[in-house]
Every structure is written in C-alpha cells, then in structure tokens.
C-alpha cells in the first residue's frame, strides 16, 4: 500500500529534495552548523526530508551544515 502511494505521488511530480553534497538555502532549511572536518557549507545530517511538486518546494529539507574546526 504505501509503495503504491509512493509510485502515484512520484507520477504526479513529487520527489524527495536532494540532501546530499552543498547547502542549498532555495531547497535546505539550516537548524543548525556543527564544527566538522568535511568542507563548510556541506549538509552533513538530515533532520527532517523535504519535497518537491514539480519545481516548488513544499516543505525545505531541514538539515545541518558543517561548520571549520575550531582550532
């Protein structure tokens, strides 16, 4: 049942947001940045998925972003 739902929704135009590599502010809500060894800027967990109908963004993935190393 719920596969079936996903293939109608997907079929009609919504898809998950892409929540790997750079931070997107059009498409990624930022709650918060944590000190990381990965490149700033880039997401490194997902709080919350986000959607998309076509090209407008229903909910903006919530994510964190990494932030330099503190030294």
Same mark, same amino acid.
């Given at each position: 049942?719920?596969?079936? +739902?996903?293939?109608? +929704? &997907?079929?009609? !135009?919504?898809?998950?947001?892409? @929540?790997? /590599?750079?931070f997107? %502010?059009?498409?990624?809500? &930022?709650? +918060? $940045? #944590? %000190? $990381?060894? #990965?490149?700033? /800027? @880039?997401?490194?967990e *997902?709080? #919350?998925? /986000?959607?998309?109908? !076509?090209?407008? *963004? +229903?909910?903006? =993935?919530? *994510?964190?972003?990494? =932030?330099?190393l503190?030294d």
């Amino acid at each position: 049942m719920h596969r079936a +739902l996903d293939e109608l +929704l &997907a079929k009609e !135009g919504l898809a998950e947001i892409e @929540t790997e /590599g750079r931070f997107d %502010p059009h498409v990624h809500e &930022a709650l +918060l $940045s #944590q %000190p $990381s060894e #990965q490149e700033e /800027g @880039t997401v490194i967990e *997902v709080v #919350q998925k /986000g959607y998309k109908l !076509g090209d407008r *963004v +229903l909910r903006p =993935a919530r *994510v964190v972003i990494a =932030a330099p190393l503190e030294d």
